[in-house]
């Protein structure tokens, strides 16, 4: 009984140090005590909606997908429209990712309105780009994100 509970602890041990997990189901931003209200996919749910190579813990919130298709076997671009508000969107983004054990490499706003960011993202040989855009007069908030794993991604757009 031992040996299978050092078993245990060993294998959650392993999980953690390549970020599958212990990870929150909802994160919680730096400076906060509650997390957002985001829901994030399943793993199931991910593979069904954008692709079924989509890769299980890159996080991915729950709402309305205008986008969502794989580029081959190791890239993949979503468009995910959300009700929640834009700084809500842009802290589960930030907040899911480190969460992840991903390194932020950029984070940028793309208007004079500050209703457009953008955040890079990098893993090993992973990078994300989370562009968080707001509508004209408060309207929807969406996330466009292009995923590649084993290619400059970010440098191609």
Not at 46 to 61: G, H, L, M, Q
């Amino acid at each position: 009984m031992r040996l299978l509970r050092y078993a245990a602890v060993a294998a959650l041990a392993l999980l953690c140090a390549v970020g599958v997990a212990c990870v929150p189901e909802n994160p919680v931003p730096a400076g906060s005590s509650a997390p957002l209200a985001i829901e994030p996919m399943t793993p199931s749910a991910k593979r069904a909606t954008i692709a079924t190579s989509f890769p299980a813990e890159v996080p991915v919130p729950v709402g309305d997908f205008t986008r969502a298709q794989a580029q081959g076997d190791d890239a993949w671009d979503y468009v995910v429209e959300v009700p929640n508000g834009f700084e809500d969107l842009v802290q589960w983004y930030r907040a899911a990712y480190l969460g992840r054990q991903w390194e932020q490499v950029g984070e940028e706003a793309q208007d004079s309105t500050g209703r457009k960011t953008v955040l890079m993202f990098r893993k090993g040989n992973a990078e994300s780009s989370v562009t968080v855009t707001e509508g004209e007069s408060g309207g929807p908030v969406s996330a466009s994100v292009t995923l590649g794993i084993g290619a400059p991604v970010l440098l191609t757009q």
